[in-house]
């Protein structure tokens, strides 16, 4: 009797080793493979800095900065200050100095000249990104620039000069509100750019004829967005900074304004230079 009941007790135990194993088995087919094992973790996703231009605000990125958070990114827009190359780009350095890891710097307009310099010397900025922008070259001004590739606008023609904002020995320049569509946004809607033009941010005067400093673009890898139907900077402009710098270029048939009237194509190219 003894030995049939420890018999009896080995086959019981022999069961319950089996049903469990069989639940397991269950359980482990039935979790996802995110549950049964963790993949490697990969790297972080660069912070995007987006560096506006003058006679704009930080807005102005609004639409491709809604595109990369939905992609994961992180994205800073700081306030550009428009007071001078030099400082500016000092501004923008002690900005990028308080990120880390990895960080991709875009520039629309003259925030192209600000991420030339800011970037210099930053191991953490792996890449640049040019839209419808300065990229500069050494004791290069914005005016010289402009007239980069046989190009011409008569865009200086059309600024208004107010003698405050800029300190004693400066000023402010201004867009002309009764031209600001067509030199700056002219494929934007009417009623849109009034509201830009009401509320554009002025440029001191200085920062047109301010040499620039070592480029970044010698050392960092650097995207570049053309706009061709730009009346701001001339597209053959944009065109011979693009090719000096060594830029992966593509080319829109845009306005100044490339990033809100194509928020969708230069959200690609930013993150294009992200994944590179």
């Known amino acids: 009797m003894h030995r049939m009941r420890a018999k009896g007790r080995k086959s019981l135990l022999s069961a319950i080793a089996l049903a469990s194993a069989a639940a397991l088995t269950a359980i482990s087919v039935a979790l996802p493979a995110t549950a049964r094992e963790k993949p490697p973790s990969s790297d972080p996703l660069p912070t995007v800095v987006l560096v506006h231009g003058a006679?704009?605000?930080?807005?102005?990125?609004?639409?491709?900065s809604t595109r990369l958070q939905k992609r994961g990114y992180t994205v800073i827009a700081p306030a550009n200050p428009l007071r001078g190359v030099t400082s500016d780009s000092d501004y923008l350095k002690t900005v990028l100095a308080t990120l880390p890891g990895p960080i991709v710097l875009v520039g629309h307009s003259y925030g192209g000249?600000?991420?030339?310099n800011a970037a210099t010397g930053n191991p953490n900025v792996k890449s640049l990104v040019y839209i419808a922008s300065y990229a500069l070259?050494?004791?290069e001004t914005l005016v010289a620039a402009n007239a980069l590739g046989g190009g011409h606008n008569d865009f200086a023609e059309h600024l208004v000069i107010r003698p405050f904002g800029a300190g004693p020995t400066d000023a402010d320049a201004y867009i002309d509100p009764t031209f600001f569509h067509d030199l700056f946004a002219g494929d934007l809607?009417?009623?849109?750019?009034a509201v830009m033009a009401a509320s554009q941010r002025p440029a001191a005067l200085?920062?047109?004829l301010t040499p620039s400093g070592t480029p970044a673009w010698r050392s960092i890898p650097s995207w570049y967005l053309v706009a061709a139907d730009d009346h701001t900077i001339p597209p053959e402009a944009q065109r011979a900074m693009a090719a000096r710098a060594g830029s992966t270029t593509i080319e829109v048939d845009s306005s100044h304004v490339a990033m809100i009237s194509n928020p969708a194509v230069?959200?690609?190219?930013?993150?294009?230079?992200?994944q590179k």
């Not at 006679?55 to 491709?64: I, K, L, Q, T, Y």
């Open 55 to 64: 006679f704009a605000d930080a807005s102005g990125w609004n639409d491709v």
């Open 113 to 116: 000249a600000v991420i030339t």
């Open 137 to 139: 070259d050494a004791n």
């Open 189 to 193: 809607p009417m009623n849109q750019t």
């Open 206 to 208: 200085a920062t047109l």
């Open 266 to 274: 230069v959200t690609q190219l930013v993150v294009e230079a992200a």
